[in-house]
C-alpha cells in the first residue's frame, strides 16, 4: 500500500508571511510527483508535476523542490496573499500504474 | 482554457438506485480518470481509462461500478445499485500523457448522496 503523507495538515498566516509545506512518499518507483491547488467549490488546479531527482519548479510566488532519493517534496509560497488560501494536494505516481495516490492536503488560510 | 465539465454538480438518491455521473473530459486528451473523496478522507483512484478500455482499476471499482465513452466526449460512470457508503464526492479527470506527466485536470465534481 502506497502512503502519501502532507504536514502540517493546516497552516494559518498572516498576508505577507512566507510558508511552506512537506509531502512525504516512497522513495522507490518513483514516476512523478504533483502539486495540486484546490479551493473550495472549485476543481483540483494542477500546479507542477516533478519527474526528476533535484527538480524545482517556480510559477509566480509558489515553488516546489523534489527529493526522490528521501522521498519528499516541499512546496514553498513566498508572500502569502489571502487568494492562496486553499488545500493544497501532493499525488505520488509510479511507472506502473496509471493513477496517482493522493496525501490528505495543507488546508492553508491567509488571513488580512 | 479548456475545462473538463460535469453533471450534474449534486445528486441525492436513494439507496439501491443506479447512477450515472457525466463528464465531458477535454478534447486532445487521451487519459481519462475517476475518483472519489469521501468527506474527510483521502481522494481516492477507482479507475483509468485509455484507448476505449478501462487501463487500471482499484479494489473499490467493483462489479457495481462500470465506465464508458458512448460517443467520443462524453465519459460516464454508472453505479449500479448504490449503497449508503458511495457518498462522496466524485472527480472526472483527464490527461495527455501517461500518469499525467502533464498534470491533470479535473472537473469540479458531482457530490453524491446516498439515504
Do not use: Q, T
Given at each position: 500500500i502506497l502512503n502519501v503523507e502532507q504536514s502540517p495538515q493546516s497552516l494559518h498566516v498572516q498576508e505577507g508571511d512566507s510558508t511552506n509545506f512537506t509531502c512525504s512518499f516512497p522513495s522507490?518507483?518513483?514516476?512523478a510527483l504533483h502539486w495540486y491547488r484546490w479551493e473550495t467549490a472549485k476543481s483540483p488546479e494542477a500546479l507542477f508535476v516533478m519527474t526528476l531527482n533535484g527538480d524545482e519548479k517556480k510559477k509566480g510566488r509558489i515553488s516546489a523542490t523534489l527529493n526522490t532519493k528521501e522521498g519528499y517534496s516541499y512546496l514553498y509560497i513566498k508572500g502569502s496573499q489571502p487568494e492562496d488560501s486553499a488545500t493544497y494536494l501532493c499525488a505520488f505516481g509510479t511507472g506502473t500504474a496509471s493513477k496517482l495516490t493522493f496525501g490528505t492536503g495543507t488546508r492553508l488560510q491567509v488571513t488580512l | 482554457e479548456p475545462e473538463v465539465t460535469q453533471t450534474p454538480s449534486h445528486q441525492v438518491t436513494q439507496m439501491g438506485q443506479e447512477v450515472i455521473l457525466r463528464c465531458v473530459p477535454i478534447?486532445?486528451?487521451?487519459y481519462f480518470y475517476w475518483y472519489r473523496q469521501i468527506l474527510g478522507q483521502k481522494v481516492e483512484f477507482l479507475v483509468s481509462f485509455y484507448n476505449n478500455e478501462i487501463s487500471e482499476k482499484s479494489e473499490?471499482?467493483?462489479?457495481q461500478f462500470s465506465v464508458e465513452r458512448?460517443?467520443?466526449s462524453n465519459f460516464t460512470l454508472k453505479i449500479r445499485s448504490t449503497k449508503l457508503e458511495d457518498s462522496a464526492m466524485y472527480f472526472c479527470a483527464s490527461s495527455m500523457g501517461w500518469t499525467g506527466t502533464d498534470g491533470y485536470t479535473f472537473g469540479s465534481g458531482t457530490r453524491l448522496t446516498v439515504v
Open positions: 522507490s518507483n518513483f514516476y | 478534447s486532445n486528451h487521451l473499490i471499482f467493483d462489479d458512448p460517443d467520443g
